[in-house]
């Protein structure tokens, strides 16, 4: 049984060196129409989401946090790590994930959750 879809959510990608070039460039297109179309999406753009170290020791791709809202903008569930995007078929995942509106990780390929649980062992 699948999560409910919530009322919105938040979507961080990073602008930091190693998430930058062209796969990021689309990604961040394809976030900013999801969050267009979507009736309480925000994209922010900001620095890296894991620090210094966890960068470095992760394959180079673009990164992004997603975190659940209610209509308050309060957070409603766990922030789930994307990452690292290289491709356009994890771009497209990543599109049919949010557009979903379930934000459980588990419906993502596995590829794009490895950092999920690297993030919550740091």
């Not at 990608?13 to 129409?33: K, M, N, S, W």
């Not at 949010?98 to 990780?105: K, S, V, Y």
Request: net charge positive.
């Amino acid at each position: 049984m699948s999560a409910p879809a919530v009322a919105g959510y938040t979507v961080v990608a990073c602008a930091a060196v190693p998430c930058r070039g062209e796969p990021a460039d689309v990604l961040r297109a394809v976030l900013r129409d999801c969050v267009v179309g979507s009736a309480m999406g925000v994209l922010v753009v900001a620095g890296c989401t894991m620090g210094p170290t966890g960068c470095r020791l992760r394959p180079a791709g673009p990164v992004v946090v997603v975190q659940p809202c209610d209509a308050d903008r309060r957070p409603s569930g766990a922030a789930v790590r994307i990452g690292p995007v290289r491709t356009a078929e994890d771009v497209a995942a990543v599109r049919d994930w949010l557009r979903a509106g379930r934000f459980d990780p588990a419906a993502l390929p596995a590829r794009l959750t490895a950092l999920q649980g690297a993030a919550a062992r740091n």
